[in-house]
């Protein structure tokens, strides 16, 4: 018997007694669908290693006393506190009065910066005209003008949204400005060379080449709105995650304290991650970085 016979022999062989034992030789979706998820968990796991680590110290280091947990309460009992809140509904409150001024704010100067800092970095007269106003304002720090916008502006909403707007705009409008600059002159000049009309040149060359920078503006802007937000919230305000964490310090109510930070927290990765995803979606033709 030759040796091709033997191996069909061998193979209807196998085929029988999987059929004469009713095992079906593929595996579940259920096992499938497990060992398609270990590279990512296990990638996960390495990315997070070291916040795992802090947590587990912040909730140990409490209750075995090596940190007075009056200062410093255990990472549980600052969650438990979180899921009192959300029980009376008080961190609905904050969260939203917070998330609707953030959004706001950071919204209303994408819209206002982007397409100034476009036409700043584009016509050179304009440039030149805006540069010492430029350079005065972000060099003027916005907390410091936080009695400045509560004097004109009052202690409601106005005040905040247009703190966060400030903080957001020079983020935004440099890294704009950049953007437009560092454009490769040699794209410019081979689209000009093939007959690009000043509209075609703008929105198929510049624009495309200038999204990477611009989008490190808007995720740098996100945090300034963040950071700004809380320290306008902890002035003249009655709800947001700023008016949490000011008054559980008065009040003494300290895991409801660490427990606004960390929503603070929560919040600015939630942006970063939107923005990180629309940016992989409007720059799908970028090359990825190789490892």
């Known amino acids: 018997m030759s040796s091709l016979e033997m191996l069909t022999l061998l ?21 499938s669908a497990a060992r398609a998820a270990i590279p990512g968990l296990t ?10 680590v802090l947590l587990a110290v912040w909730e140990a280091a409490p209750r075995l006393g090596w940190i007075d947990a009056v200062f410093l309460p255990p990472f549980s009992d600052v ?3 979180g899921w009192q809140l959300a029980q009376t509904g008080e961190l609905y409150d904050d969260v939203s009065a917070s998330l609707l001024r953030a959004l706001s704010g950071f919204l209303l100067s994408v819209v206002l910066f982007v397409p100034l800092g476009l036409a700043v970095g584009w016509y050179t007269r304009l440039g030149d005209l805006l540069n010492q106003f430029v350079e005065i304002c972000r060099n003027t720090a916005p907390l410091a003008l936080l009695p400045v ?3 004109l502006l009052g ?3 106005l005040s905040k949204i247009t703190m966060v707007v400030y903080s957001c705009a ?13 454009v490769d002159p040699l794209l410019i000049k081979s689209a000009r060379t093939m007959g690009a009309t000043p509209q ?28 700004v937000l809380v320290a306008s919230e902890m002035v003249g305000a009655k709800a947001g995650l700023g008016y949490l964490i000011i008054n559980s310090q008065y009040s003494f109510l300290i895991p409801q304290m660490y427990f606004g930070i960390i929503g603070i927290t929560v919040i600015g990765l939630a942006f970063n991650a939107v923005l990180e995803a629309l940016e992989r979606r409007l720059m799908r033709w970028k090359a990825p970085v190789a490892e």
């Open 79 to 81: 969650i438990a506190s």
């Open 11 to 31: 193979e209807l062989t196998h085929g029988r007694r999987d059929t004469f034992t009713g095992v079906d030789p593929r595996p579940s979706p259920l096992v």
């Open 170 to 182: 020079w983020p935004l409008l440099l890294n704009t400005i950049a953007a437009v600059k560092q």
């Open 155 to 157: 202690i409601g909403e």
């Open 43 to 52: 990638a996960f796991g390495r990315r997070s290693l070291l916040l795992i």
């Open 200 to 227: 075609q040149l703008f929105r198929k060359v510049i624009l495309p080449a200038a999204l990477p920078t611009i989008f490190v503006g808007i995720r740098l802007a996100s945090a300034s709105a963040m950071l």
């Open 149 to 151: 916008f509560i004097l």
